[in-house]
């Protein structure tokens, strides 16, 4: 059976960077994924300016607002279509949406797919924005990636562990995403906060390996660090192409993804993150 990934794209104000499109694509392709591409044109509302309108034409200004939008639409059609071709399927479709309501709709499409690969960039805004509603509206597996990211197949992951339900559901997405003979190290922060059990890491990783699962048990302190740049520096130091994680806490997710004590790690993400909430 086919998976297919989803990847939404705004066209409105400050876009995403055609280097992080470019990798999120790219990700598909080493997933083995096919890939479908929303991109929303923006629907602006009639401007009533009785003042303004007499020295500024509005309606003028809306109307070559969104037929900027159109042509950045088409755009990036045609950037996707020259990165996909001879090697995935594409379904590129495009929808119109009122300003501001891209994040609903995008997470609305997002549950008709396997999973999301959402282009990341701290720049971007409104891309962030749309990814916040995929991740926390879809019920779907989301990957945040990086325009760093580079790789042709997902032959290492790694696992945020803490034994909680979240945690297990970002290992059952991710599992399906490795490449056969792959291997998984399983990452469990110590010191972060009270676990439930005695190496919780190492019994996933006997439970994996009776499973057939190449996988090995990797435990870490967070010290002076934030949890997500702990997370992220063990997994990268072991070799791992993409890390998997679900939500310390709902708040923690969202923290982790919107900025506040994290916000320095969005700056620099540079390995694909899995996120499942």
Request: neutral net charge; charged residues 15%.
């Amino acid at each position: 059976m086919a998976r297919t990934a989803y990847m939404p794209l705004g066209t409105y104000g400050k876009v995403i960077a055609d280097e992080a499109i470019l990798a999120a694509t790219g990700l598909a392709a080493a997933l083995r994924c096919n890939l479908h591409v929303g991109a929303f044109t923006v629907d602006l509302p009639p401007v009533y300016a009785p003042l303004g309108g007499a020295l500024l034409d509005i309606p003028g200004l809306v109307r070559a607002a969104e037929e900027q939008s159109n042509a950045e639409c088409e755009r990036l059609r045609n950037l996707v279509e020259a990165a996909c071709r001879a090697k995935i399927e594409l379904s590129f479709k495009t929808r119109k949406v009122a300003l501001g309501a891209e994040p609903d709709a995008a997470a609305a499409q997002a549950r008709y797919f396997d999973l999301s690969v959402l282009p990341w960039a701290t720049e971007a805004y409104g891309a962030q924005d749309v990814a916040q509603g995929v991740i926390f509206g879809s019920g779907r597996p989301a990957v945040l990636v990086p325009a760093s990211a580079r790789l042709a197949s997902l032959d290492h992951l790694a696992i945020a562990w803490d034994g909680s339900r979240v945690a297990a559901r970002a290992l059952g997405d991710a599992l399906t995403l490795l490449a056969p003979g792959g291997r998984v190290t399983v990452l469990t922060v110590t010191d972060e906060k009270t676990l439930h059990g005695a190496d919780i890491a190492g019994t996933l990783t006997s439970s994996l390996q009776a499973r057939g699962v190449n996988a090995t048990a990797n435990n870490t302190t967070l010290g002076a660090r934030t949890i997500a740049v702990a997370l992220q520096e063990a997994a990268l130091a072991a070799g791992a192409q993409m890390l998997a994680m679900g939500g310390f806490g709902h708040s923690r997710l969202r923290d982790f993804v919107l900025g506040g004590a994290t916000k320095s790690v969005l700056v620099d993400l540079r390995l694909p993150v899995l996120l499942a909430h």
